[in-house]
């Protein structure tokens, strides 16, 4: 009689375990000691290799912790108890379509440029900035670090911006006059603006493999890389070099979308060009990087100057879902501006 009622007990204890594990496999994990066998030495060792947040930790790959003396089957554990808290996993496309009502975007100050763009930059995604100096790549950046610290109803995301600059370009003076024509007060713009200066395309990679501390801490929700292919193009020469190169460039874009991603925050990439001479019709402008940053860039703008002053244009080039489109704005002491009707007339002169 015992042995029939302990066989009658033992499903329900079953279910009991198992409603008692449940939760701990849905649990939210806060810092990387918190992960089940992940200790202080082990945790130490992962900052040291650019891991430090749990989400870095969910978008990482097995062969990533190797270096950290982690074997494989505990690196497959971390990685999937990481992920548990992210919820990465299978859905279906109506559920996706729920989700992508979190996807934010960003004005850039032109509403011609919005309206190419869907209504804005969007986050989660990378937005490619492509052209010939001058053509306004680097005054767009300076104008989104300033819109993203605008409340969401004024097109912001009301957040920090992270700068990574590569050609000396960044200027606190340019954030001040546009921070002054938004109305924002300057010295609480140029706070909540992350400035990181890169000297070489290591060091490049380096700081946004190191960022994801930062990035949490300070609430950035805009991550700028101005201008991505400087470093490389410099350092690598010659097609002995480009296979290297590619690889380089294709791990930091997608270490940059892992970023946007895992803190919804909108990632922007600057890029140089190059002429074709073999091109005799069309445009014989293109950006540098080849396929790898074709395809990992989810918008790409190509930007050009017009015959007349400050006024630039901006086509939509490759989106995902937009279809092609182009539009005029200008870049004034302000900022970026939509033309004016007086623009407009002399234009048409």
Excluded: W
């Amino acid at each position: 009689m015992c042995s029939k009622l302990s066989l009658l007990r033992l499903p329900r204890m079953v279910v009991e375990e198992e409603e008692e594990e449940a939760p701990a496999s849905e649990r939210k994990y806060e810092h990387l000691e918190d992960l089940p066998g992940v200790g202080p030495a082990t945790a130490q060792k992962l900052r040291e290799l650019g891991f430090h947040t749990v989400e870095s930790l969910a978008t990482a790959t097995i062969r990533e912790l190797e270096p950290a003396g982690i074997g494989e089957k505990k690196a497959f554990e971390v990685i999937r108890a990481a992920r548990s808290s992210l919820s990465v996993s299978f859905i279906r496309a109506d559920e996706l379509l729920k989700m992508r009502q979190s996807v934010l975007r960003l004005t850039t100050g032109s509403k011609g440029i919005d309206e190419i763009l869907g209504g804005g930059l969007e986050t989660q995604t990378i937005t490619e900035f492509y052209g010939e100096y001058g053509s306004g790549k680097s005054q767009l950046c300076h104008q989104m670090c300033v819109n993203v610290q605008l409340p969401p109803e004024k097109g912001g995301l009301g957040g920090g911006a992270l700068y990574v600059d590569t050609e000396n370009t960044f200027r606190t003076e340019r954030i001040v006059q546009m921070a002054q024509h938004l109305g924002l007060n300057p010295e609480e713009v140029v706070k909540n603006v992350i400035f990181a200066e890169a000297y070489t395309s290591d060091h490049q990679m380096f700081l946004l493999e190191n960022a994801d501390k930062i990035i949490k801490e300070n609430n950035i929700r805009l991550i700028v890389v101005d201008s991505l292919t400087s470093h490389f193009r410099s350092e690598y020469l010659g097609r002995e070099m480009l296979a290297e190169r590619q690889q380089k460039l294709n791990k930091h874009m997608h270490r940059l979308i892992r970023l946007a991603r895992a803190f919804n925050a909108v990632a922007i990439v600057t890029n140089q060009v190059m002429a074709k001479p073999d091109v005799f019709f069309g445009d014989a402008v293109h950006p540098v990087g080849g396929h790898i940053v074709a395809h990992t860039s989810h918008t790409r703008v190509y930007l050009r100057k017009s015959a007349r002053g400050p006024i630039r244009i901006a086509r939509l080039v490759s989106s995902p879902y937009l279809p092609e489109g182009e539009r005029v704005f200008k870049v004034t002491e302000n900022g970026v501006e939509d033309l004016s009707e007086e623009d407009q007339q002399q234009g048409r002169r």
